[in-house]
């Protein structure tokens, strides 16, 4: 993953850049970039910013600078205060009502076999 900026924006950006070694590259790639297009567009979720093909398979989103819950809990050893983790949880549960109210269930396809606390990104 690297941090970017997209032309005349002051927000930065991450670029995912898909890995060769995947067993099929192209249709991981086309299978992230269709539920990214999905994904409700909303300041609760990442949101894709464009993708490309050439010279390498890429998808541009938003960037959440502090990483994921696991890497601030876990890997950082940073102990959240009572006030941040019932942010945190007021945050993920205004996204859950609309992600299910849209025909079929939200579904984030990755590569990689993610645990909750992997998926809520700060």
Do not use: W
Not at 1 to 15: C, I, S, T
């Amino acid at each position: 993953m690297y941090e970017a900026y997209l032309e005349g924006d002051k927000k930065k950006v991450a670029v995912k850049i898909l890995k060769n070694s995947l067993a099929e590259p192209e249709k991981a790639y086309r299978r992230e970039v269709e539920a990214l297009k999905r994904t409700i567009k909303s300041p609760h979720t990442v949101n894709l910013r464009g993708y490309c093909t050439d010279p390498y398979f890429c998808i541009v989103t938003d960037l959440c600078d502090a990483g994921s819950l696991e890497t601030i809990m876990r890997k950082k050893g940073i102990v959240l205060t009572t006030e941040q983790a019932v942010s945190i949880a007021k945050q993920v549960s205004y996204i859950l009502p609309f992600c299910y109210s849209f025909p079929p269930p939200p579904q984030h396809i990755n590569e990689d076999t993610q645990t909750n606390e992997q998926k809520v990104l700060i």
